[in-house]
């Protein structure tokens, strides 16, 4: 998919996520960062970030941009869903989840969200931006209920707030219907 630009990569952090400022802390982890844009705003901003991906381009096309802007970001090629790879990453306070949560099906999520919860301690926050079910049409990656990310999240955290969004996407600027939920562990 990196051989050309996708459609989620805008070029930069995802609006719903530029805004969370200063609820980013600790160290960071861009989950699924693709070209790293979320993982470079966190060492914009001082933190120390990894981002992950399993696509090897993508990994490289981040790290030129982490060269160029003159920041520190660790970028490695690696699977959200290897509890072993991502425990020698971790612990992270935060994690930003920019379209990761809305591609796997129930088995896949509930792998994503045991990973995570080795990887977070106590207190940490994970901030999740995944299409809704609002959004209309069938193209594009399953669409997320607030009920099924409730249910996801239910043993061993809290879900503090869903709140509509807008996912931009390249062949839609205006962005698409989606949730941003902040999700802390417990």
Known sequence: ????????????????L????TELRGRVLDLGCGTGEHALMAAAMGLDAVGIDPARLAIEKA?????????????????ALDVAFLGQLGPFDTVLDSGVFHIFDDTDRARLVENLAIVMPTGARYFML???????GDWGPRRVTQQEIRSSFSDGWSVDSIDPARLVLTLWPQGVFAWLASITRI
């Open 18 to 21: 530029s805004g969370l400022g």
């Open 63 to 79: 790290e030129a941009k982490a060269n160029e802007r003159g920041l520190t970001v660790r970028f490695v090629v690696g699977d």
């Open 130 to 136: 995944c299409f809704s079910e609002e959004q209309p």
């Open 1 to 16: 998919m990196y051989a050309a630009t996708p459609p989620w990569d805008i070029d930069r952090p995802q609006p719903a």
